[in-house]
């Protein structure tokens, strides 16, 4: 059963990391990068990393701002 998650949760940070890839709009590449960093967390949490994935949200938080402020500077 958890064999079966894992690999779903593999196959969503795969198509998600494309997908941050191709998005046209800078604001759809974020949104998308958010999704992909909690996938991300949650596969360490079943992994029973919990100290990772606590490092993982604090990176993914901060990326995001600066995405954000970033995009916003940019005036997409």
């Not at 690999?7 to 795969?14: D, F, K, T």
């Not at 198509?15 to 949650?42: M, Q």
């Amino acid at each position: 059963m958890l064999g079966t998650i894992h690999e779903a949760l593999l196959v969503a940070i795969i198509l998600l990391s494309v997908s941050v890839v191709e998005a046209e709009k800078l604001s759809a590449a974020v949104l998308r990068y958010g999704l992909l960093s909690l996938a991300f967390v949650i596969a360490l949490i079943q992994l029973r990393a919990p100290d990772v994935a606590l490092s993982a949200v604090v990176v993914g938080a901060i990326v995001t701002g600066l995405f954000l402020y970033t995009v916003k500077e940019v005036g997409e």
